[in-house]
């Protein structure tokens, strides 16, 4: 479904950057960015999309480091007027180990 979105979006837009991504993806991502020393870069692309899909955010849980930085990211795309989709397989509220901030961020939608 998430995927749909993201193809409906590009359909009508096919200049809009959009990334869809799984959670644990985002994740490695982080983690590759730090250890080559590439966060810059990474923070730059994930706050230029125009729309991000991200898939199964419950993978977020316990990964202070990873909910910092998504937190920015979501706050960055937001004031700029663009979108953030997420799937989650509980409310958000429940899902332990996650941020409330984040949660916050999460009600918004």
Not at 24 to 35: F, S
Not at 36 to 61: T, W
Not at 75 to 80: D, F, S
């Amino acid at each position: 479904m998430i995927q749909a979105i993201g193809n409906h979006v590009f359909q009508k837009n096919p200049q809009a950057k959009i990334r869809y991504i799984h959670a644990e993806r985002y994740v490695a991502d982080i983690m590759r960015a730090y250890q080559h020393k590439a966060f810059d870069e990474f923070k730059r692309y994930y706050h230029s999309l125009d729309l991000l899909l991200i898939d199964d955010i419950q993978f977020f849980a316990g990964k202070n480091r990873t909910q910092e930085e998504f937190f920015y990211a979501f706050n960055a795309l937001i004031e700029g007027g663009k979108q953030v989709i997420m799937t989650c397989d509980s409310y958000p509220k429940q899902i332990e180990g996650m941020e409330e901030r984040l949660i916050s961020r999460f009600s918004w939608a």
